[in-house]
């Protein structure tokens, strides 16, 4: 089955800075890579998604990037502000079977005044 | 638009005890559904998923079970608890066609 690994587990940036959240996948056939925002008691939420025709996708502060060859993804977050503070999960999943996504470990984003 | 439900909020439960944890997905039909669970500090875990009325798949063998009497319903069950079933359990639901999940709020248990 697929297994995806993230790293940092833990990243903290001053204000402004910028972050980045790397993913790897096993799974070659793997298609669909959603990142989600989990903050402290809440349920996860989508902020951005990247499929497997697609090398970069941006929306606002936020960009990912897919690098096939490589089995790569990552989360690029430009002028990091206090409120970005969250877990941060990736994921991949492959059409069909249920569409399971198959979760990274998480990465816990700190952003300092 | 579409809205999903979970209950309860919060859970505490002795051990051995039973459970019942319900999801309702509002505004689509047939969608797949997906319970994960979510350990203190830790990642997401797919327990069970259902393309369909009755079709339930699992993941990971243990304690729990799942059924989908209805469309929109998804429910997940234990005859006993066990210390090591505390969480955060999250539904999730996936319009067919559609690569997105979007999560429900969430049951918090806590297995004592």
């Known amino acids: 089955g697929e297994n995806v690994e993230q790293h940092p587990s833990t990243l903290s940036v001053q204000e402004g800075d910028s972050a980045v959240i790397k993913c790897t996948y096993s799974?070659?056939?793997?298609?669909?890579f959603p990142w989600y925002k989990q903050e402290l008691g809440k349920r996860p939420q989508l902020i951005i998604d990247?499929?497997?025709?697609?090398g970069e996708k941006k929306d606002q502060r936020i960009a990912v990037t897919l690098n096939k060859t490589a089995k790569h993804f990552s989360l690029h977050i430009t002028e990091t502000q206090p409120e970005d503070s969250a877990v941060y999960f990736c994921?991949?999943?492959?059409?069909?079977?249920?569409?399971?996504?198959?979760f990274g470990t998480g990465t816990q984003l700190k952003v300092e005044l | 638009s579409q809205t999903i439900h979970q209950w309860p909020a919060t859970l505490v439960q002795p051990v051995g005890s039973p459970l019942s944890l319900e999801c309702t997905v509002e505004?689509?039909?047939?969608?797949?559904l997906y319970w994960y669970r979510q350990a203190a500090g830790r990642g997401l875990q797919l327990l069970f998923y259902?393309?369909?009325?009755?079709?339930i798949s699992s993941e990971v063998p243990q304690n729990l079970s799942a059924s989908r009497p209805q469309d929109r319903q998804f429910i997940l069950s234990s005859k006993k608890l066990l210390l090591s079933d505390s969480g955060f359990y999250l539904c999730?639901?996936?319009?067919?066609?559609?690569?997105?999940?979007?999560f429900g709020p969430g049951t918090r248990l806590l297995v004592l």
């Open positions: 990247i499929r497997s025709n697609v």
């Open positions: 994921a991949a999943s492959r059409t069909g079977g249920g569409n399971k996504l198959t």
């Open positions: 999730a639901w996936r319009d067919r066609g559609k690569e997105t999940q979007y």
């Open positions: 505004g689509t039909s047939n969608p797949n």
């Open positions: 259902s393309v369909g009325i009755g079709q």
């Open positions: 799974d070659s056939a793997s298609n669909y």
